[in-house]
């Protein structure tokens, strides 16, 4: 908690991530949740309107931002858009100018390029975890994401959108 960071790339953190958007678009927000040495940090934010997808990328930039050292890092998000991204998508992502393999424009590039940029700092493992599946980092994560929405005050906090990955 507090300015409290882990100290080197020994060091382990394990992050949970999550985003939220009530519509998609609309009001989105983004959680993560960063433990090490048996100490806890949480951050949240959001957009007033954006995509979940867009909310679950932040939740990943905004988390490995966070860590001022170089670290190891075990990142668990329950987004298959965000894991298939990072770990089968991103290289020919970029070796293609930032193009899909059907020669699209890659829907969210700027955020991409700011994960690419963000992880590269440190020693990060990523995982997948089944949201909503009672795993205890993954659900206050997504307590935070919907915190997040709320903190906008648009009066709309039910994130009936939060599982659609449709990239």
């Known amino acids: 908690m507090g300015g409290e960071q ?11 991530t999550d985003g939220a958007c009530s519509g ?16 806890e940090r949480e ?3 959001g957009a007033a309107e954006t995509t979940n ?15 001022t050292r170089p670290c190891h890092v075990d ?4 987004s298959e858009y965000v ?7 991103l290289h020919n992502w970029k070796k293609n100018g ?3 393999a059907s020669k699209k424009p890659v829907k969210n590039a700027d955020l991409w390029q700011r ?32 915190a997040g929405i709320a903190a906008l005050g648009l009066g709309k906090t039910d994130a009936d959108a939060e599982d659609d990955d449709a990239a």
């Not at 998609?24 to 100490?39: F, I, K, V, Y």
């Open 43 to 45: 951050l949240n934010g």
């Open 75 to 78: 990142l668990y998000t329950d």
């Open 6 to 16: 882990p100290e080197d790339k020994t060091s382990g953190v394990v992050i949970y």
């Open 115 to 146: 994960l690419d940029e963000a992880r590269r700092r440190h020693d990060v493992t990523w995982h997948w975890v089944k949201g909503h599946a009672g795993t205890e980092g993954n659900e206050r994560a997504d307590e935070l994401a919907r």
């Open 24 to 39: 998609n678009p609309g009001p989105g927000g983004w959680g993560a949740l960063l433990s090490w040495n048996g100490r």
């Open 98 to 100: 930032w193009r899909t």
């Open 53 to 67: 997808n867009r909310m679950e990328l932040m939740a990943a930039i905004e988390a490995l931002d966070a860590l």
């Open 83 to 89: 894991r298939n991204g990072i770990m089968s998508w």
